[in-house]
């Protein structure tokens, strides 16, 4: 099997939840393999930040400023992309939130902000990609950041919702699989499940207690860079291959 992302070099690509982490770190792989790239996220100045720091690049970065709980904002965004850049060839539904509280004494406010960003704002996003993919014969990839809690919910307390939104991500991504089976289209969707990762959701978030810290502090864990790898790797395949999941962990990794 031949690698190469040859194909991808000066097509658009969306990125959601591009400011920091794992989408900043996807934003900086695919623009330096050539890619125009839409960076999705609220803090757009640390996309712009970003997008002058890569200006001697290959690629090109754009900020576009998006509530991900707004579809209206989310339709403003590929609008923006369609009118201003061209057509859409990657989408990468990246954006996630977690919020540290027990599920029996949760926030329903919390609660669906949880599902709005990591199930409604993909499902939105993957709809407006695969209309303007279709309409255009466009063989584009969709890939939705998963976790290793969408395939399993592990014993770390306090994740509340977050397992039930990254199960839907997994039986999302089958169920996309199906559906372009079904029309007949050549869109590769991929699901990525990283395990613990350096964010601002996990070690580097704020408002984090003593407890889950201490917890974090004694696992493996990855870096950003190694999850834009395997998005990487995924885009890499030839037309005919499609990884449908991909699983990265740490070496060490108890889950």
Known sequence: MVLSMVRWVGKVAIVTGASSGIGAAIVDALVENGLIVVG???RTELIEKRAKELSDKIGKLYAFKVDLTREDEILSAFKWVEDNLGHVHVLINNAGFLSEEL???GNTDTWKRGFNINV???CIATREAVKIMRK????????HINSIAGHKV???PKTNVYPATKHAITALTETLRQELNTLGSKIKVTSVSPGLVV????VLRKDIS???????EARPILKSEDIADGVVYVLSTPEHVQVHELTIKPVGEPY
């Open 199 to 202: 964010s601002e959701m996990t």
């Open 154 to 156: 592990s014993p770390l």
């Open 103 to 105: 599920l029996s004494e």
């Open 210 to 216: 003593e407890e889950r810290k201490k917890i974090f």
């Open 40 to 42: 999705i996220a609220r």
């Open 136 to 143: 255009h014969d466009i063989k584009g990839h969709i890939i």
């Open 120 to 122: 409604i704002a993909p």
